[in-house]
């Protein structure tokens, strides 16, 4: 049993929306913020998306209406002051930049009642790089989810020295409670065990597209042949989206930062931003 109740989510993007979504499924009153209204359209849209697709793949009532009714536990704001007013938890899902984080903390911090407490679900960052801005170390923390949260249903916890003891125990049962397999990390490690794991592995794949070695689809067919494996590494960028692999190759070394701007070039900036935009490495039918 959890204590927390109201749940705030910044960032209506591919995860963002699906742990807000997810949340409200698993009974819990949830808002969902984002800088403006134009991106909560779009995050209706992408909320009214999940509610067909939790009932194409099966999940447990989403076809008895327990889908459609997580959409009554969902607020939309985008004033960010009004939409963690009543936060017990607030989970961050912004882009991928420290500087942006630090300064939606700092914002944060001011407007959040003292007894909130805050998560980044940073796929790379460190806690402990943005804990200061917060004005809240022992409550903050990191709560990672795969995408796809539905079905890759891990969330990894992580937190900072500084994190409460108590506060890391009641953000593993809040997991536990949306239907997730908690992960708690025992120390700070950036890439949590996911992506210290999936990074390497993308980066290794890009460097095989971006430097000509081989075609993505070629890529992808060689390891789900010879591993068994369900989806190639190209598949994978996809189903993230290829801006958020985007802006972590961007703050890589050089090399990484290559295979960032042939991202940028080829498919970015052509508008083929994975799954959720229909068309990625692969071309989608919605």
Known sequence: MTNIQRVTVLGTGVLGSQIAFQTAYSG??????????????????????LVDTYIADGVDGAADGKAKDALTRVRFSADLG???????????????ILDLKKST?????????????????????LPSDMKESTGRVDKFLALHFA?????????????????????????????????????PIHKEKAG???????VPFLNAAAELGAEGYAEPADVDNTWRIATGAPMGPFQIFDVIGLTTPYNI??????????????????????????????????????
Not at 28 to 49: M, Q, S, T
Not at 82 to 96: G, N, T, Y
Not at 255 to 279: C, H, M, N
Request: aromatic share 12%; net charge negative.
């Open 105 to 125: 903390y700092a914002e944060l911090g001011k407007l959040a009642p003292e007894h909130t407490i805050f998560a980044t679900n940073s796929s790379t960052l």
């Open 28 to 49: 819990f009153d949830v808002v969902a913020y984002d800088i403006n209204d134009d991106a909560l359209d779009k995050a209706r849209e992408r909320f009214n998306g």
């Open 249 to 286: 190759m961007s703050h890589g070394d050089e090399k990484t930062q290559k295979f960032a701007e042939w991202l940028k070039t080829e498919y970015i900036d052509k508008g083929y931003l994975g799954v959720a935009s229909g068309r990625g490495f692969y071309t989608y039918t919605k």
């Open 82 to 96: 009004d939409a963690v007013a009543e936060a017990d938890l607030v989970i961050e899902a912004i882009p991928e």
């Open 192 to 198: 949590y065990v996911l992506n210290s794991l999936l």
């Open 147 to 183: 995408n796809q949260i539905w079905k890759f249903n891990t969330a990894e916890i992580m937190g900072t020295s500084d994190t409460d003891p108590a506060v890391f125990d009641a953000v593993v049962e809040f997991s536990k409670a949306i239907g997730m397999v908690a992960i």
